[in-house]
């Protein structure tokens, strides 16, 4: 088992994205209590940390706390959108503090389309700034995009250009769209229907996989990834038996997951991956339960993929 917990360092954030589920609040811990939940996770046996936000890099203290972690033995990483990263000093300095893993979420290859959806004008250029530094440095990065309504028909397009441009990318993650908190529910319209992704998913996933990459999804469900099953996040933690722990800023607190289990509609009952898929995030809400339908392949080659996996 691999388990990486999640601490919300600051909620403040220098973008401002439509579909936000974590949206700007003056809610920023100090570098004593950041010290305190990573020697948590540590306690806890823990492999690793994820600091995030808001933007983790809106934090004073954020190369304090990096160093701590590593001082303490223990692996952490960043979720950025990579606007402050883009500052080579800036960067330099992180990189000095023991930086040595990224995930930088980007939505789009489309500038103006990344400006809408961000609210930052020249956020798709700071990426790239940011993309090359890292590049150059040789830390560990990672491509985060969540799925909605005005990438779901190109998400395959944006790998590509992605990996052209940047070769030394390796891994990337899509997040479903949480529809049913914050800024969402003010922006109805980066929801999409999950059919709208389907087909650019799959061929995102399908390039990724023949140029010898990796890849993982969550809040899909299995019958809209079927063929790659095994790189659905929740599928693989409910194969393994892992658990996820994220500290919050705001009154949701520390929140534990352990069983990985979202909603389940009719068609889910004669579903031959029921047992090891999640579900539907924010079933018969903003996701309708009309489109999920029912698979007849055999799990099993599924769990031994995932198991023989490190």
């Known amino acids: 088992m691999a388990n990486l917990g ?34 948590d996770f540590i306690s806890r046996g823990y492999d690793g940390i994820i600091l995030t936000g808001g933007e983790p890099t809106i934090h004073p203290d954020l190369p304090k706390i990096i160093e701590y972690a590593h001082s303490k033995g223990i692996h952490s990483r960043i979720i950025s959108n990579g606007q402050r990263l883009a500052d080579p000093e800036y960067f330099n300095e992180l990189v000095s503090a023991g930086l040595d ?30 993309l090359e530094l890292l590049g150059e440095a040789k830390v560990n990065s990672d491509i985060n995009t969540t799925i909605n309504h005005y990438n779901a028909n190109h998400l395959d397009s944006l790998v590509i250009f992605l990996v052209q441009r940047f070769p030394f990318l390796h891994h990337f993650v899509w997040n479903n769209l949480d529809p049913s908190m914050n ?57 393994k038996g892992e658990e996820r722990i994220v500290r919050f800023l705001d009154e949701k607190g520390m929140v534990r997951e352990t069983l990985f289990r979202h909603g389940k509609g009719a068609a889910c009952a004669v579903c031959r991956l029921e047992p090891i898929c999640a579900g539907l995030y924010d079933m018969d809400k903003s ?22 996996e490190p």
């Open 287 to 308: 996701y309708s339960s009309s489109e999920l339908f029912p698979v007849f392949v055999d799990p099993e080659p599924i769990r031994e993929k995932v198991m023989s």
């Open 6 to 39: 999640y601490i919300q360092i600051t909620r403040l954030c220098n973008q401002k994205c439509r579909f936000c589920s974590n949206p700007e609040r003056e809610a920023t811990l100090t570098f004593d209590q950041a010290k305190v939940m990573v020697d």
């Open 101 to 130: 893993h990224v995930h930088v979420s980007i939505q789009t290859f489309d500038p103006k389309l990344q400006a809408f959806l961000t609210g930052k004008e020249d956020s798709l250029a700071n990426i790239l700034k940011t």
């Open 183 to 239: 800024r969402a529910t003010e922006n109805p319209d980066v929801v999409h229907k999950l059919w709208e992704c389907e087909l650019s998913l799959r061929k995102a996933m399908q390039f990724l996989e023949k140029t010898g990459r990796s890849f993982r999804a969550e809040k899909v469900p299995l019958c809209y990834m079927t063929e790659y099953a095994w790189a659905s996040t929740e599928t693989r933690k409910i194969i």
